[in-house]
């Protein structure tokens, strides 16, 4: 009961969905599918009566000319109509799709970032890219659902000179196929999700190995072999999966073929025989086999439609969330539009899927205008607690503040404009200079004076040299693109945070493919910002760290030291021995005791 209740309320969702984004395609849908299900029975209504007029010994021509005339022009009018229809149906289909697109794109925004990393998500995320396009399909199946029973109804009507048993048997042989035909769409849908688990494993191992980006580590590993030999069994699975379900339908069809033939020759020799007995004329003849024809294909045609709407429903059941997101609780939230101190009172954290907390503890308290090095080893939680401080993950209640305000409290909107934040994995736009730094402040947009400044001061001054300077195309996109080295694209990104006139910018190891002396002067100018601006820097150079006002210091989730340069070299704990260590590789004279200045 509950799962009609749910058909029907997804039934709903889908026709109000089209009915909202086009009313006229909605109607003309509707008309045109209903107007081919009536003309192709008036047809046969037609056929009929031509055939009995021609069987008799003297027949009026000009009557079975003008039905003859009638009937063509009844399907001329379908044939112009339908490509009136499908003109508009190319455009509303696109459109639609961009609305769509456009509606999932805002949805995906709309989610926290812990969702959206759990890896459970990955594979929801392509239900839902391929949920969008059942919308449609769902409707298309609703309104063909409507015009086959019409369809069939009328259809009926042409069998009135058979025997009851006749009919009896052409719904149980119909019947039989339809469930023949169900039982394979089942399978089929059912093979289609296992399927898209296995296509997302060998179309990744496919995208590897096409990634032209790729190509000299996997040479150089001599890696392809072993990658195009899993991608071949991986792909040979699916390929399998699907060739399984292939023959059983194929062994399916054919059965249910051949018993319709069986029928339909059953029925065409008892029509024979009661023409000769004059209980049945000859438009009685081509009414009905035409009409067990379009009873049989209307069966197959409503199995077939009763299959995409079981498989579109499953679809549609998963992605109801986000076509009707759950309506924003409005609360006074506070914005802020300066950010004078952001305090971290007591932060402990577990991510979803972790056996482990990843932070704990943490006491912190970020002054406007402070430079501050976050460092310490691999996973020790830097970037975590980076993410938690900015709002991207939502931290525990009551553990971080701005300006005295807990951050459930705070509209991050208004907070995230006074933000710039570039993390490891930034991204590289393939396209102008001008678009790469000026992204993150389209006002300044054709500012061309302070691009060029901000590219002056990450070291990109070689760039404007290229014949169309700041217009000059970056990656691979476009003929003629220029590509960058993993440090340039790197400053490309520090000049993109630094475009953004904010209050905070954090910055996770964004140097660590720079050399040594560019990163140096880079990260000097940064540090030597104005006063009022607050920097977080995720570091594992100590060097740089040295420079700063305040370092925090993270092993295995909790902070062990916290302090400037001198303070903690005098304290000789994690900090004073990154510090020798790093100072001996890089060969700068270590005495025992000493206190070393910074190295900028
Ligand atoms: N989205 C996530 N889901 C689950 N665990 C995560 C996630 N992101 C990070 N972790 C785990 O949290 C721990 C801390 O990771 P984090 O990235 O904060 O460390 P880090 O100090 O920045 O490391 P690195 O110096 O290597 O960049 C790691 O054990 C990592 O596996």
Redesign the pocket.
């Known amino acids: 009961m509950t799962s009609t209740k749910a058909y029907f309320s997804l039934f709903q969702i889908t026709l109000k969905e089209v009915w909202n984004f086009d009313k006229l395609y909605f109607c003309l849908n509707m008309i045109f599918m209903l107007y081919n299900s009536l003309q192709a029975n008036i047809s046969i209504y037609f056929v009929a009566i031509i055939a009995n007029h021609i069987a008799q010994s003297s027949f009026d021509l000009y009557f079975i000319m003008g039905t003859a005339v009638l009937m063509i022009s009844l399907e001329l009018l379908g044939i112009l109509v339908g490509a009136y229809k499908q003109k508009y149906t190319i455009k509303f289909n696109e459109s639609f799709s961009v609305h769509q697109q456009n509606k999932l794109i805002t949805y995906m925004f709309s989610l926290d970032l812990l969702v959206k ?1 759990d890896p459970n998500f990955h594979g929801e995320a392509n239900v839902y890219q391929n949920g969008i396009t059942k919308i449609l399909s769902n409707y298309m199946a609703l309104v063909s659902s409507f015009s086959i029973i019409f369809s069939f109804i009328l259809s009926f009507s042409f069998l009135y000179k058979l025997d009851a048993w006749i009919i009896v048997l052409l719904l149980v042989v119909t019947l039989c196929r339809a469930y023949l035909e169900l039982k394979t769409i089942n399978q089929r849908v059912e093979t289609t999700n296992r399927l898209q688990k296995s296509h997302r494993t060998h179309g990744y191992l496919h995208n590897i190995l096409s990634t032209l980006n790729y190509h000299k580590e996997l040479v150089l590993m001599r890696a392809v072999p072993f990658l195009q030999a899993l991608w071949i069994k991986k792909k040979r699975q699916a390929f399998q999966l699907s060739y399984n379900i292939e023959k059983k339908t194929i062994n399916y069809v054919t059965l249910s073929q051949v018993i319709s033939g069986l029928m339909k020759v059953g029925i065409i020799l008892y029509c024979l025989y009661s023409i000769h007995q004059k209980n049945m004329t000859v438009g009685d003849y081509f009414a009905i086999t035409m009409a067990v024809t379009m009873i049989e294909t209307n069966v197959l045609r409503m199995c077939s439609v009763c299959g995409d709407i079981h498989e579109n429903m499953s679809y549609l059941n998963r992605i109801k969330s986000f076509l009707f997101p759950s309506s924003h609780v409005t609360t006074d939230k506070k914005t802020i539009d300066h950010i004078e101190t952001i305090e971290v009172k007591n932060l402990s954290f577990s ?1 979803p ?2 056996t482990w907390p ?1 932070l704990q503890n943490i006491h912190l308290t970020i002054k406007r205008g402070e430079k501050i090095a976050i460092i ?1 080893d ?7 607690l980076v993410k938690l401080i900015l709002g991207l993950y939502p931290a525990p209640t009551g553990t971080v503040f701005y300006n005295g305000t807990k951050q459930e409290d705070v509209d991050m909107e208004s907070l995230w404009l006074h933000y710039s934040a570039i993390f ?1 994995d930034f991204i590289q736009y393939e396209l102008s200079v001008r678009y790469n730094i000026a992204i993150s402040n389209l006002d300044e947009l054709h500012n061309d004076a302070r691009l060029t400044e901000i590219m002056k001061q990450v070291g990109l001054d070689k760039l404007l040299t290229h014949p169309k300077g700041i217009d000059a195309e970056l990656g691979y996109l476009t003929e003629g693109a220029q590509n960058l080295s993993g440090g340039q694209w790197q400053r490309i990104a520090i000049a993109r945070a630094l475009m953004k006139q904010s209050d905070l910018i954090v910055l996770d ?1 964004p140097t660590s493919a720079i050399d040594p002396n560019t990163e140096l002067e880079i990260l000097k100018g940064i540090i030597n910002l104005s006063d009022d601006k607050t920097l977080l820097l ?1 570091t594992h150079r100590i060097g740089i760290a040295a420079n700063v006002d305040k370092i925090i210091v ?1 092993k295995d989730g909790k902070v062990t030291e916290i302090g400037n340069h001198h303070e903690l070299l005098q304290q000789q704990g994690a900090y004073a021995d990154m510090w020798i260590k790093q100072a001996k590789m890089y060969q700068i004279p270590v005495k025992e005791n000493a206190v070393y200045e910074p190295v900028i």
Do not use: D, F
């Open positions: 990393e991510y899927t972790a990843t310490g691999n996973a020790a939680g830097k970037s975590t490891q190891e995720i993270l």
